[in-house]
């Protein structure tokens, strides 16, 4: 439990929710060494891995999100089964999810979307 945050995160819920999180578009930033561990996971060469499933922006290196049926969606995450096709090597920015220095504060946009959040005043 990360006790810097007004809130702790259920990681059951991932289940019923089926992927928001990864459903809305945006940057999911990743590391060399992430793009390295994650074509190996998909048994691919590391440059066909980045040119199918990575872009750059902003002077850093992020998976692509794919149009589907009007939703921005990571490439890693499968829209049929509603999971992540890659999940125990998703990047950094996926396992710390939703304890992002932006929700520290202001987590009520996390309520709205993230069943897995439970506020700890709720929990005594």
Aim: glycine share 6%; charged share 25%; proline share 4%.
């Amino acid at each position: 439990m990360n006790t810097d945050y007004p809130f702790t995160f259920n990681q059951d819920a991932c289940a019923a929710c089926r992927g928001t999180c990864c459903r809305w578009g945006g940057y999911v930033w990743i590391t060399e060494e992430e793009m390295m561990a994650i074509a190996q996971f998909r048994g691919m060469e590391l440059g066909v891995f980045a040119d199918t499933y990575v872009r750059a922006a902003y002077g850093r290196l992020s998976l692509q999100d794919r149009l589907i049926d009007g939703e921005q969606i990571c490439c890693m995450f499968d829209p049929y089964e509603k999971k992540c096709t890659i999940y125990d090597h998703r990047p950094s920015q996926c396992r710390t999810f939703p304890f992002w220095k932006q929700y520290q504060e202001k987590y009520e946009e996390l309520l709205e979307y993230c069943p897995g959040i439970v506020i700890k005043d709720r929990l005594e």
